[in-house]
């Protein structure tokens, strides 16, 4: 009954081959902990630090592909030029993303640099703007593809003649994003953050085929997230999030919510993650992990809810992401900006 399910599978992801070789973008399901990618605004928007490093790794479809899809992420981003502007600063960042579709057939590659300018207004609000600019390199193998014509009913046969003729293996492009972050944090227990961004600006072309440029161009993608940090009591701290993007007629929603409880007293140096959100129509997806001294550990699952739960029995994909976060040294005794809930 498994093979049958992985046939069928696989049946419709050849069926479906064209449109994933001009494929929709790389998403993870903790976006908020792939921030540069989810808004290039985000850049040094770092309300509980100075800087940040971190990575996050994405498997998906291991239950019913020998090779799953991975993608894996790793940025840093930082503030600086804090005592060249009235209340204001720069950041900035980068961030390198590699993804490897099932069997290598289809390989992504993308380096971007990211900037961004952040303002106080008053004491209380903070209005950010930023772009990020990159490089995309796609690879694929048509040996490790199988067409829809080279099924004969029970088996793909890759050595069948295939009508599917590509005119490259690879295509490189130059690609942009912009984005709007605006906080508002009117006590100390309360912070308030909502951003908007457009990816694929320049709407690059993209296709391994032979076709009008209009036609093979990405669709700029909007994406916009509100998120809340607030501090219940001196244990407790929960982060609410909602993200929804769309592009071309696809779109993804999630909400949901995790929470940080002190597990150390004064300072939380130790802290326990935990929440749960959904992906509309999709996944449920729950989270757990721990932050020890400024550097946070997260696993989430995705648990499939979509028709797709009969390929693959519900196991859906696996992330696992670490960050770092730290302070730089100040000289004098001088103080730490910090302008979220805090243990």
């Known amino acids: 009954m498994k093979h049958k399910k992985t046939i069928l599978f696989l049946l419709a992801y050849s069926l479906t081959l064209v449109s994933l070789v001009q494929a929709q973008d790389l998403h993870f399901s903790q976006f908020f902990n792939s921030p540069l990618i989810t808004n290039p605004a985000n850049t040094g928007f770092i309300p509980d630090a100075d800087y940040r490093i971190g990575a996050i790794y994405r498997n998906q479809f291991s ?29 900035l960042g980068g961030v390198i993303l590699s993804d490897i579709a099932g069997s290598g057939g ?62 490259t293996t690879s295509i490189n492009y130059f690609d942009m994003q912009v984005g709007l972050n605006y906080a508002y944090f009117p006590t100390e227990n309360v912070y308030i953050n909502g951003g908007y961004s457009l990816m694929h600006v320049n709407q690059p072309k993209e296709t391994f085929f032979s076709a009008n440029y209009d036609t093979s161009r990405i669709s700029m993608r909007h994406t916009g997230f509100v998120n809340a940090i607030l501090k219940i009591n001196d244990r407790v701290i929960i982060n609410p999030n909602a993200y929804y993007t769309n592009q071309a007629k696809a779109s993804e929603m999630v909400i949901g919510l995790n929470a940080n409880y002190n597990l150390s007293g004064a300072g939380g140096e130790t802290q326990l993650i935990a929440g749960v959100y959904y992906r509309a129509g999709d996944a449920i997806i729950p989270m757990l992990g721990f932050e020890i001294k400024h550097i946070s550990f997260t696993f989430s699952y995705d648990a499939t809810t979509s028709s797709l739960k009969t390929f693959n029995n519900s196991q859906g994909a696996t992330e696992f992401s670490i960050i770092k976060k730290g302070f730089y040294a100040k000289a004098g005794g001088d103080t730490h900006q910090v302008l979220c809930p805090k243990f």
Request: charged share 15%.
């Open 63 to 91: 239950s019913i592909l020998a090779s799953p899809y991975k993608t894996v992420s790793v940025f840093g981003d930082a503030q600086v030029l804090r005592d060249r502007f009235d209340n204001g600063w720069v950041g």
């Open 106 to 167: 289809l390989r992504s590659n993308k380096v971007y640099a990211s900037m961004a300018y952040h303002q106080m207004l008053g004491v209380s609000s903070l209005l950010s703007a930023g772009f990020n600019v990159g490089w995309v390199n796609k690879v694929i193998d048509p040996s490790k593809l199988n067409f829809p014509d080279q099924f004969d009913g029970k088996f793909f046969d890759g050595n069948a003649f295939t009508s599917v003729q590509l005119v």
